[in-house]
């Protein structure tokens, strides 16, 4: 799923909302990162608004709203005991204060179907590092509102609030932060908006739910700053487990006017069949990973978004060891238009985005070994979603059509257009390796019975599978990889025979914006 893990196969083979005008965020420069404050000031770059939410998080009604059952901060367990003895669509107002669980680790609050939670101006749910989730259950309909959940201690890849992924929840202007594992998991049709996910151990978000696919996600206005705060990648190197948000098998979200920055890791993930993704007018900045990565997943529009000095981290590790890959601040990953499978749009657009000062732009890549039933595949026991068993593709059969294509999750139909990449390498503090845009797959070589044996992966995805750059504006020493990480080309090369790159686009090789 990671990098990491990506790489060994290569190695392998020789409410835009009126809070975002508040000021910035406290707790945002960590490691001695300089942290952006203000929207891009390079020529033609995006007026994005930032999503200030953790420094000024809007306030609750300070008083309980007609009908609410009111919650006593000095009575331990008060909100869980009150909400079980409540009918659904209650109404809970927390006082002012630090609210507890019982101390007993699986303390939690269940809401019923259609519960509320509004929290006064100060109202806090304290785990108090003795329990491990705040909200759980399978009701459906809950909405939470200006509250503060922290310091819960969920095990690793589970979630402190909503942690059952139950479907329809709402959950707004709410801070979640210094959590273990993941501030919030999300179900079907949630709302995420407008929200503080600060400083969690794994991720501010992670959208998963076990069985099933999660269906019309949004995720708006929120502020996503520093999570994997225990460096889970370093406890389980290639895990691909960390980052601001990550998606697994969402099908069709939106992901809009969010502040992801300072994230220790990737800043926001799509990993494995996701589907029909918006991600647009975000500001994505100041990760030590990727500022996005998508990965074996289907049709996106990526637009508009406003992503600078990503990957410094971990670009320059791998280049220090002296790794020759692309590792890129926008990763498209086995992932491409399908449109067998319906969506809003048929192939992955990229487009009137700025990429500033990050470690390298854009990287596509395929892993020749990677297929549905193959060893290879990191995604274990997941198959494309034009071929739901996995046992089918086998040989015989899978070198042939329709599964000899079918059991891929191919990168195609990427069109990346009018976008706007500036490199100063000064800003950067690099010589090489942080400049590169890139289109490459590995040589096959893993299982013996695969039928993707060789270079044909690497021609397919170079040169036959419509992957095209054009009307794009390049500024700085900006070079090219085509095929393998052994073609390195200049600006000529690359729009020339046999790769016909980046027609209309400019190029002005100077460092600097």
């Not at 502020?223 to 697994?248: A, H, L, M, Y």
């Not at 030590?288 to 971990?314: P, Q």
Request: charged share 20%; glycine share 10%.
């Amino acid at each position: 799923m990671g990098f990491t893990r990506r790489h060994r196969a290569l190695a392998a083979a020789p409410l835009a909302l009126a809070l975002l005008a508040s000021t910035g965020c406290e707790e945002s420069a960590h490691d001695g990162r300089a942290e952006p404050t203000a929207a891009p000031t390079t020529s033609g770059a995006l007026s994005t608004s930032v999503a200030r939410v953790c420094a000024k998080p809007a306030a609750g009604p300070t008083t309980a709203p007609a009908g609410a059952v009111t919650i006593d901060p000095a009575v331990v367990g008060d909100l869980a005991a009150k909400t079980k003895s409540s009918p659904p669509n209650t109404t809970f107002w927390l006082r002012p204060g630090r609210h507890r669980l019982d101390p007993d680790r699986y303390a939690q609050v269940v809401p019923k179907e259609g519960d509320r939670y509004l929290g006064a101006p100060g109202a806090v749910l304290d785990g108090r590092r003795k329990n491990q989730y705040a909200f759980g259950g399978t009701a459906h309909h809950v909405t939470l509102r200006y509250l503060t959940v922290q310091g819960f201690v969920a095990p690793h890849d589970e979630g402190v609030v909503n942690h059952d992924s139950a479907d329809g929840w709402v959950i707004e202007h709410t801070t979640i932060q210094h959590n273990s594992g993941a501030g919030l998991m999300a179900g079907a049709h949630q709302r995420v908006r407008a929200n503080c996910l600060r400083g969690n151990g794994q991720y501010g978000m992670n959208a998963y739910k076990g069985g099933a696919p999660i269906n019309g996600l949004v995720v708006e206005g929120n502020e996503i700053v520093s999570n994997n705060t225990d460096d889970w990648e370093r406890r389980q190197p290639g895990c691909g487990c960390t980052g601001g948000v990550k998606f697994w098998a969402v099908n069709g979200a939106d992901v809009r006017g969010n502040w992801v920055h300072a994230n220790h890791g990737t800043g926001v993930w799509a990993d494995t069949d996701n589907n029909d993704f918006r991600i647009e007018n975000n500001v994505i900045e100041a990760n030590d990973g990727a500022a996005l990565i998508y990965e074996a997943s289907y049709n996106a529009v990526i637009r508009n978004n406003t992503i600078r000095r990503n990957n410094w981290v971990e670009g320059r590790k791998a280049a220090d060891r002296g790794d020759t890959f692309p590792f890129a601040t926008l990763y498209l990953s086995e992932s491409g238009g399908e449109p067998r499978i319906r969506a809003r749009t048929d192939k992955i657009e990229i487009y009137r985005n700025v990429l500033e000062n990050n470690w390298s732009g854009i990287t596509l890549w395929e892993n020749a070994d990677r297929f549905c039933n193959s060893p290879a595949n990191t995604s274990s026991g997941d198959c494309t979603l034009l071929v739901r068993h996995p046992d089918r593709c086998a040989r015989p059969a899978i070198a042939t059509a329709p599964l000899y294509t079918d059991c891929r999750w191919k990168t195609q139909r990427v069109d990346i257009h009018d976008n706007r990449f500036v490199l100063d390498t000064s800003v950067v503090d690099c010589t090489v390796k942080c400049d590169r845009m890139a289109v490459l797959a590995n040589y096959g070589t893993y299982p013996d019975w695969s039928p993707y044996q060789g270079d044909r992966v690497a021609k397919a995805i170079t040169l036959e599978q419509h992957n095209r750059w054009h009307d794009n504006a390049y500024v700085g020493p900006w070079t090219f990889i085509a095929h393998d990480p052994s073609q390195v080309l200049d600006f000529g090369q690359w729009q020339g025979m046999p790769y016909q790159q980046d027609a209309g686009s400019t190029f002005r090789a100077q460092a600097g914006g």
